[in-house]
């Protein structure tokens, strides 16, 4: 095929798809552009950046004719902020677009040719509903300091936040006086090509049903005048705390390596405890600055609400979960199983679980720190192996030693949660080669206004597999 475009050309392009990833999706004489800025409906004016084997990626510069789906975005960020890029789209647009992409996922690659997937569940707020955001110090031409988001263009590059519409106002008030206190204290950004400075990131922690709240500052090392700058972000965590009673923990973090990651080798507590709390359908979770815990809170009642739901568990089950980070699925699935047993590889992480579940009084779930793919080595000489396996891994998805583990182990039905539909179906694909099969998948919306969808599958053993080592298909 004779490739139409150059890299640097500007042509209109009508858009009519939306590309997973975000992008719109256009043709210029049948060849795919992926167009940044553009939504279905619209022509726009685009600038070629790249030109690949078979398709070619560019930028909106004008929008000529925009889609009747459009809607003004409603943040005053949008735009330059890399984040909410389907703002200007309306809500159940956004959703159809998404259970779209997880039919897509599974018939492209997971081979699956008609595909059932559920109507997505709306998330209860499409504004304001994160409990955690991560901002990020810099300096502008003048030497001012900054605190703020990065602009989609240049993630070296700061802007400074006036008003995010992800988090709560409570929150868009602690960037603005964290802000004005550091500069006010004559702190100094961090200078990620000189590598000098102090101030690197802001993170804030929300419990959404318990209104309390983590500050987290990560610092350099500070080796400049460091005991000075810790006493003025001391003095400062003080002031902060007394101006926003829900402030309940404020940390510094130090981040002494040249890696750009929001989190540090060691923490001083600056003000109040080491930790918030959060409450996920009626269970009390404690929160460090470096614990996982879903974002959206009101959301993450219905994500897991399905989890129980598809496991549809008994007090006879004997339940594996697998990355189980803080213990979240594993507490709640406790409550309804006859023992679950738990599989994280951070200590830290386990350590987290291990006092939740002593918080909700979870005597029946066990911590198991390890990597998963040797726990279930170990595993598949247990007499009384799972009946019920669950999985929440990273967005990298299972690797094929995984799904083998969890094959010969041989549970009655698997319960995977997803946060990304390629992985999910690539896995899917693998799982259900032989003995399994998948029976529903519930997309779930935790992040309202991107192209983000977490789904649940569950997969059951087939009644033709004939009987397991456990209860086998009798038992589902």
Not at 25 to 37: A, H, M, S, T, Y
Not at 95 to 121: C, H, M, N, S, T
Not at 164 to 173: K, R, V
Not at 447 to 463: D, G, K, N, Q, Y
């Amino acid at each position: 095929m004779t490739i139409p475009l150059k890299k640097g050309q500007i042509r209109d392009i009508r858009i009519d798809d939306l590309a997973f990833g975000g992008r719109g999706v256009g043709r210029v004489e049948g060849f795919v552009v992926l167009v940044d800025g553009g939504v279905p409906g619209d022509t726009v004016r685009a600038r070629v950046d790249r030109v690949r084997g078979s398709y070619a990626e560019g930028r909106t510069l004008e929008l000529v004719a925009p889609s009747s789906d459009r809607v003004d975005a409603r943040c005053e960020h949008f735009g330059t902020c890399g984040g909410c890029r389907w703002q200007n789209l309306p809500y159940e647009v956004q959703l159809a677009y998404k259970q779209r992409q997880v039919v897509e996922a599974l018939r492209r690659i997971g081979g699956f040719a008609d595909p059932v997937v559920e109507q997505p569940l709306p998330s209860p707020d499409q504004y304001f509903y994160r409990n955690k955001m991560e901002f990020s110090f810099g300096t502008d031409a003048t030497g001012r300091l900054m605190l703020g988001l990065h602009p989609a263009s240049s993630f070296k590059d700061v802007f400074d936040l006036n008003r995010c519409h992800l988090q709560s106002d409570a929150s868009n008030a602690l960037v603005k006086d964290i802000r004005e206190g550091c500069a006010a204290a004559g702190l100094l950004a961090y200078d990620v090509t000189a590598h000098t400075g102090f101030l690197r990131y802001l993170t804030i922690r929300e419990g959404k049903f318990t209104n309390e709240t983590m500050v987290n500052i990560v610092t350099g090392d500070g080796k400049e005048q460091d005991e000075a700058w810790t006493v003025a972000l001391k003095d400062l965590a003080g002031r902060i705390a007394s101006g926003h009673p829900h402030v309940r923990s404020f940390i510094r973090s130090v981040n002494a390596t040249r890696s750009t990651v929001a989190f540090g080798q060691r923490e001083d507590i600056l003000w109040g405890v080491a930790s918030i709390r959060e409450v996920i359908l009626g269970r009390t979770f404690e929160i460090t600055s470096n614990s996982f815990f879903q974002t959206n809170s009101r959301q993450a009642e219905r994500l897991y609400g399905t989890v129980l739901d598809f496991a549809a568990l008994t007090s006879e089950d004997r339940v594996l979960d697998l990355y189980s980070g803080t213990g979240a699925i594993a507490i709640l699935a406790a409550a309804q199983a006859g023992e679950v047993r738990a599989v994280e590889s951070l200590a830290e992480s386990v350590r987290n679980a291990e006092r939740n579940a002593a918080l909700n009084a979870a005597g029946n779930v066990f911590f198991i720190c390890a990597e998963v793919r040797r726990a279930l080595t170990a595993m598949a000489r247990d007499r009384r192996p799972p009946t019920v396996v669950i999985v929440n891994p990273p967005r990298a998805g299972l690797n094929a030693a995984v799904i083998r583990g969890i094959q010969r182990l041989r549970p009655r039905r698997l319960v995977y949660v997803s946060c990304n539909p390629t992985t999910l179906a690539r896995d899917l694909k693998q799982m259900c080669e032989r003995e399994y099969v998948v029976d529903r998948i519930q997309p779930v919306d935790m992040f309202p206004h991107t192209w983000h969808i977490e789904c649940v599958a569950r997969v059951e053993l087939s009644p033709t597999a004939g009987a397991g080592q456990g209860d086998g298909p009798a038992a589902a």
